[in-house]
């Protein structure tokens, strides 16, 4: 007989109950929204045992959700012993305190904007990612400092010996000073980090690179798409906000143009402004492109909604007038007369599966067909000195014909309207340089 009886030490996943408020307000029915939750709570790690829904003309000021419902609630918890309870909504500091207070220590009560920092904080990889959560975490956190010190404000109105220190209130304020500094620090690395990006996205943009940006609903198959477009091996899995780090990769397309295709991260309906705000300089990297690809789960029956949450984030962050695709992902998941009707509703869209490559050849056609308009035919001569500027014209732009020459490269190209730019001090008639002795 075994002298010891074996433990796991397998986390155990915390039990969830999750409420919703249906308010009569929001595009997307309160049982669909409760299960997209569920989603992000199995995301970060817990177990969903239960649901809790109440219709209501407006939140109720003290506690969200009515007393009647808070009861009903408070013995949810006990009934399936409760860990966390996840509104769907985000909550004021002093409905969060209140409804902590209802159903006692130490079962927590979050929402949904403190549920998705949480996956945000486990899922970012860089040092930029890091900081955006941190700052975004902690403008969440600070208003809520309140509450945190409260047992020992309740000690100073109570008078007394030591009352006259007011402890709870001194440590409250330095804890938020504390915040407020460590708030300002962030902004300002965050800063620092902006100004490189901008400076590598001007190098790209001097270079000529016809920049492609991925954006969509979060799990639409955006990361799978840009491993299989590049041969990458960017981390994809069928998790929510599974990659929150812009990831950017090379393409050569059958032209000869070399593009960039950039993964970004993840949109999702009520995505928490603070959010937003922290991203803004990832997000850049959308506004910054020549070619938005809108990625969208087409096997996905709230596509359309999802649709309307991606592009209420791209007005929120500026990005307008850029060129937009659709890409409806995971067709191989429809049936061929659901596909047909799709394209039919979305004259303009692509129809792939970035998993098992369906369509992908139809998607580099419109990629190449986007990035040629605007195109420049020109000849230009460019002298043997000038090494980088011939490297430049052999991957940016399309060569029609060249030779060498006495005075250089001659070459006749399509190039685009940045290329052209950067060629037109070199640009000759073909007769001019057949004057010179050809090589």
């Known amino acids: 007989m075994a002298r010891f009886t074996p433990q796991s030490t397998a986390p155990v996943p915390e039990r969830a109950i999750l409420v919703g408020a249906d308010l009569g307000k929001s595009d997307w029915p309160i049982e669909e929204s409760l299960a997209e939750l569920g989603r992000l709570s199995e995301t970060d790690g817990a177990v969903v045992v239960g649901t809790l829904i109440q219709r209501l003309d407006k939140p109720v000021p003290k506690t969200f959700i009515g007393s009647g419902k808070v009861e009903e609630l408070v013995q949810l918890v006990k009934a399936l012993d409760a860990d966390v309870v996840i509104f769907d909504?985000?909550?004021?500091?002093?409905?969060?305190?209140?409804?902590?207070?209802a159903v006692k220590e130490p079962v927590k009560v979050i929402d949904r904007t403190a549920l998705i920092l949480d996956i945000f904080g486990n899922h970012a990889k860089t040092r930029e990612g890091r900081l955006q959560v941190q700052l975004a975490q902690l403008q969440y956190l600070l208003p809520?400092?309140?509450?945190?010190?409260?047992?020992?404000v309740g000690e100073q109105t109570r008078g007394g010996i030591g009352s006259r220190f007011g402890q709870g209130e001194s440590q409250l304020e330095v804890d938020r000073r504390l915040v407020r500094d460590r708030i300002a620090s962030l902004k300002h690395e965050l800063k620092e980090l902006d100004k490189r990006r901008k400076v590598q996205s001007k190098a790209r943009w001097d270079s000529g690179v016809y920049r492609v940006a991925l954006v969509g609903y979060t799990n639409a198959g955006k990361s799978t798409l840009l491993n299989k477009l590049t041969g990458s091996e960017v981390y994809a899995r069928d998790e929510l906000f599974a990659?929150?780090?812009?990831t950017t990769r090379s393409l050569d397309l059958e032209e000869g143009r070399k593009i960039t295709l950039t993964d970004t991260v993840g949109f999702i309906q009520k995505l928490p402004t603070m959010l937003v705000e922290a991203f803004k300089s990832t997000l850049a990297e959308v506004a910054a492109a020549d070619l938005i690809l809108h990625v969208v789960d087409a096997s996905d029956p709230n596509a359309d909604k999802e649709i309307a949450a991606v592009e209420g984030v791209l007005s929120d962050i500026g990005v307008k007038d850029t060129k937009s695709v659709l890409v409806f992902n995971k067709c191989d998941l429809l049936s061929e007369e659901e596909r047909r009707a799709l394209l039919v509703t979305n004259p303009e869209a692509v129809s792939i599966s970035a998993l098992d490559g369906s369509g992908l050849r139809g998607l580099l056609y419109r990629i190449a067909s986007e990035a040629s308009q605007g195109d420049v035919t020109m000849t230009v001569l460019v002298p043997y000195d000038k090494g980088m500027l011939m490297k430049m014209v052999h991957e940016r732009c399309q060569i029609l014909s060249e030779r060498y020459v006495e005075g250089g490269l001659l070459a006749t190209v399509r190039a685009s309207e940045?290329?052209?730019m950067t060629l037109e001090p070199y640009r000759c008639e073909d007769s001019d340089a057949e004057e010179g002795e050809q090589l």
């Not at 990659?243 to 812009?246: A, V």
């Open 89 to 101: 909504d985000e909550l004021t500091p002093s409905q969060q305190a209140n409804l902590e207070k």
């Open 144 to 152: 809520r400092l309140r509450g945190m010190w409260s047992h020992l």
């Open 243 to 246: 990659t929150l780090d812009p």
């Open 418 to 420: 940045r290329m052209a």
